[in-house]
T-cell receptor, first 113, second 109 residues
Framework: KAGVTQTPRYLIKTRGQQVTLSCSPI?????VSWYQQTPGQGLQFLFEYFSETQRNKGNFPGRFSGRQFSNSRSEMNVSTLELGDSALYLC????????????FGPGTRLLVL | SQQGEEDPQALSIQEGENATMNCSYK?????LQWYRQNSGRGLVHLIL?????REKHSGRLRVTLDTSKKSSSLLITASRAADTASYFCATDGGSRLTFGEGTQLTVNP
């Protein structure tokens, strides 16, 4: 089976812009989780989607949003970008529950200037 | 704060030596997982140990879990330069995985 894929791999944006990141889970996996990783804060949970519904949400402002499509692919959007949003954004999929083994994509590295 | 906390934050050893990393957590869990991350890339799942298990092996990896002390350890035996990476523990507190801050392991050839 193909692994988790994320596009794009690298992005450079300026403050105030918005960005959309995409994640394709492993075939058959229905749970998709998103994480933000920065040197200062480590791995922070953003949200988790299952069957097109947001099932769980981390402690991030409303500028961070996401969605999941019927084929389990997921997107996350960040509006009104801030310098502090520069990070590695990781997507992970699991069969049904996020507490199970998660399979991570390679990440999207976002730089906000 | 993070559910899991790894110790030490950084570890540097010579090839062939064993590496031990520890993880402490705060609330009750159903399982605890260890992941590896090579520089700036996605995480790779290493091993999952359930709360009713005390020890688990996978190749050169040995994981122990002590639920009474709310702690786990990851032992990598006969380390190789390719083991150089960050290692994270993750606990399933609630309906999500919560990751610790990681241990940066450097294996010198």
């Amino acid at each position: 089976k193909a692994g988790v894929t994320q596009t794009p791999r690298y992005l450079i944006k300026t403050r105030g812009q918005q960005v959309t990141l995409s994640c394709s889970p492993i075939s058959g996996h229905r749970s998709v989780s998103w994480y933000q990783q920065t040197p200062g804060q480590g791995l922070q949970f953003l949200f988790e989607y299952f069957s097109e519904t947001q099932r769980n949400k981390g402690n991030f402002p409303g500028r961070f949003s996401g969605r999941q499509f019927s084929n389990s692919r997921s997107e996350m959007n960040v509006s009104t970008l801030e310098l502090g949003d520069s990070a590695l954004y990781l997507c992970a999929s699991s069969l049904d529950q996020p507490q199970e083994t998660q399979y991570f994509g390679p990440g999207t590295r976002l730089l906000v200037l | 704060s993070q559910q899991g906390e790894e110790d030490p934050q950084a570890l540097s050893i010579q090839e062939g030596e064993n590496a031990t990393m520890n993880c402490s957590y705060k609330t009750s869990i159903n399982n605890l997982q260890w992941y590896r991350q090579n520089s700036g890339r996605g995480l790779v799942h290493l091993i999952l140990i359930r709360s009713n298990e005390r020890e688990k092996h996978s190749g050169r990896l040995r994981v122990t879990l002590d639920t009474s002390k709310k702690s786990s350890s990851l032992l990598i035996t006969a380390s190789r330069a390719a083991d150089t990476a960050s290692y994270f523990c993750a606990t399933d507190g609630g309906s999500r995985l919560t990751f610790g801050e990681g241990t940066q392991l450097t294996v010198n050839p």
